[in-house]
């Protein structure tokens, strides 16, 4: 832009002066203004004290001097204003270059910040009336200084009462709160606590929470009056849980379905069952075992069932009815007062009426009118009469009125004879137990009435053998246990047991005389044959074995057994085998075990290398005192070791090496 300098001179006319004069210096300084004020003319140096100014462009003006100026327009553009700028009805003031800084009152704009200068003074702003103040952001962010929580305070009304203020703080603590001012102060309503399991963070309520629809936790959903649970609930608190229901009634469902109820009449507490038919059932853990303790029966009217006794502090009242019992051995028990079973009462399954004794108690006694004693059982099971136990005709029969063992084989039943004699019967069998002064024969057995067999004494001998011909018989004497044959001693003529009957196990603490072999049963080829200092072995009819005092003698080639290990720490049982593997997995330390002092041992070791190092146990001597290295991968080698001391010392020596 050029620039041209014109110097104006405003003519002032003269006091008095004639009309022409004041018209023409009027005149003439007007037309002065208009070519200031319509032209580009530049004035340098200017006074004005009033100004109206209605177009054009005032470059590097000072509008106010010292002294504050007003002005008034539409549109002003400049680089610096001093004093109060004022502007009726403007959308805007636009500054052509950068406006750093806007300072009004107390509030300083500066770039993207506004602050203020008042110490710890307060930033407000006001909507026109109930106009809203709108962010338009995705983030507003309130941060507070060091050491201090971060604060929304929301209040309401005008914030004329204490509970119309909230607050929603950021704490220090890493907490999120909304406190309210009703009771004068802050307080907490509901803290947040985070963590960083975000399943153990925690929200704390310092009241009651109202919902109106659902709140859901995992699978459990709170809706209403309901609280459901897809899976298992658990509750779980520090003190006592109570369940007050107005309705006096609280229900047990299944699927919907009512399955039974806890309820309150009056001051009745009443457990009720609610399907038909279906049982109430208590149950416990006795050592670990879950037991039904007690049933009652709905199908029955509620018929108890009681898997164990019944303790009863006072009486047992049965009005019209009666008590039963089933088959139980100890279905009434009659204790002292220290809590001691003294008698017992039961029927027993062939319909017998059984008084039984208990603990501690001498004896059982039976009274009759005049007679207190009339029948009396003791602890040892004697019975004693208290007056005179009839006999008639001099026999005491009982299950039977043979005076001896009848021919047939249906009669059962012990009699005592009159003549000393006692006859007892089975129907499966004979039996009796009798004593005798002399040697002889003490009891016979029949069958049908045919003498069978016997049992005797001869001097301290006792003797069981049969009375009919070659039947054998054992005869008990003195540390020995003998055969007998046809009722008389016998050697080398009795079996023990036959190829179809046979003893299950013998066991035999001391020595077993054999005079000629051992045999297998169902292979008698394959056996243990004896001579003088000499044992013979055979399998299959072939010897393969003898031992005799100077020589062990195989017939057949010795095999031992092959053991397969695996792993880098394998450990040799030496009594296990004779022969190991190990096809190696990486870096192997053996170890030898099991190794019986006082006989030579040794064994063969089939050691297959990956590339990786071998180490044997320190005990092991090796040729030229160093162990020889692992196989190669893929290579085999054998490696035999001997020991003669139990394991204190072995040697190695390496039998084939790369083996491939």
């Not at 049963?521 to 001579?531: V, Y």
């Amino acid at each position: 832009m050029v620039t041209t300098t014109t110097v104006y001179s405003f003519q002032k006319p003269a006091v008095a002066g004639d009309e022409d004069a004041w018209g023409g210096y009027l005149n003439n300084n007007i037309d002065k203004y208009e070519s200031i004020l319509t032209g580009n003319t530049t004035i340098t140096n200017v006074v004005i004290t009033t100004a109206d100014i209605n177009g054009g462009t005032l470059d590097n003006v000072v509008i106010g001097g010292s002294t504050a100026a007003a002005i008034t327009g539409t549109t002003i553009t400049g680089t610096s204003l001093v004093g109060l700028l004022s502007t009726a009805a403007q959308t805007n003031i636009t500054s052509l270059g950068t406006l750093t800084t806007l300072t009004v009152d107390n509030i300083n704009v500066n770039g993207n910040i506004i602050s203020s200068t008042d110490t710890n003074g307060h930033v407000v702003i006001t909507p026109n009336g109930t106009g809203n103040l709108n962010v338009n952001t995705d983030v507003v962010a309130i941060t507070a200084t060091e050491d201090e929580s971060a604060a929304l305070v929301l209040s309401a009304d005008e914030a004329d009462d204490n509970a119309d203020t909230w607050r929603i703080a950021s704490n220090t603590g890493n907490t999120l709160s909304i406190e309210n001012q009703i009771s004068g102060s802050s307080v907490n309503h509901v803290t947040l606590t985070p963590n960083a399991t975000v399943a153990n963070s925690t929200a704390a309520f310092a009241g009651n929470i109202t919902v109106a629809n659902t709140i859901g936790v995992g699978n459990t959903v709170l809706t209403g009056a309901s609280l459901t649970e897809s899976g298992d609930f658990a509750i779980d608190v520090g003190g006592e849980i109570s369940l007050d229901a107005d309705g006096g009634v609280i229900r047990f469902k299944d699927g919907g379905s009512d399955i039974g109820l806890f309820s309150i009449g009056g001051t009745d507490f009443t457990i009720r069952s609610l399907v038909s038919d279906r049982d109430i059932i208590f149950k416990g853990n006795d050592g670990g075992s879950t037991v039904t303790a007690l049933t009652l029966n709905m199908s029955e009217a509620g018929a108890a069932t009681f898997n164990s006794g019944i303790t009863v502090g006072g009486d047992i009242d049965m009005g019209a009815n009666q008590i039963v019992f089933n088959n139980n051995s100890q279905a009434i028990q009659i204790k002292d007062a220290a809590g001691t079973a003294s008698y017992v009462l039961y029927q027993d399954n062939a319909d017998t009426l059984v008084i039984g004794n208990g603990t501690n108690v001498e004896k059982i006694r039976l009274d009759t009118s005049g007679n207190e004693n009339a029948l009396v059982v003791d602890t040892s099971g004697d019975v004693t009469a208290g007056n005179n136990l009839y006999i008639p005709n001099g026999y005491f029969f009982v299950g039977t009125t043979d005076t001896q063992p009848s021919s047939n084989n249906d009669a059962s039943g012990i009699t005592l004879r009159s003549d000393g004699k006692v006859a007892a019967s089975r129907s499966n069998g004979i039996s009796g137990d009798f004593n005798t002064g002399a040697d002889g024969e003490v009891v016979w057995f029949r069958k049908a009435g045919t003498e069978t067999g016997k049992i005797a004494i001869s001097g301290n001998d006792f003797q069981i053998f049969g009375s009919v011909s070659n039947v054998a018989g054992i005869n008990f004497a003195n540390s020995k246990i003998l055969p007998m044959k046809s009722g008389s001693l016998a050697n080398d003529a009795v079996d023990l047991g036959s190829g179809s009957y046979m003893y299950k196990d013998a066991y035999i603490n001391r020595d077993i005389f054999v005079g000629s072999e051992i045999l297998h049963i169902g292979d008698n080829d394959t056996k243990i044959g004896f001579d003088t200092n000499q044992i013979d072995i055979y399998a299959g009819g072939t010897q393969k074995v003898r031992f005799n005092t100077s020589d062990f003698i195989s017939y057949s080639a010795l095999k031992e057994d092959y053991d397969a290990l695996s792993g880098t720490t394998p450990t040799i049982d030496v009594d296990a085998g004779g022969g190991f593997s190990l096809t190696m997995s990486g870096n192997t330390t053996f170890t030898f075990s099991s190794c019986t002092s006082g006989v030579i041992t040794g064994f063969v070791l089939q050691l297959t290398g990956n590339g990786s190092t071998v180490t044997y146990p320190n005990t092991v001597r090796f040729a030229g005192g160093t162990a020889p290295d692992a196989p190669g991968n893929g290579e085999t080698d054998i490696l035999v070791f001997f020991t003669r001391d139990g394991g204190s010392n072995w040697y190695g020596i390496l039998s084939s090496d790369a083996a491939s």
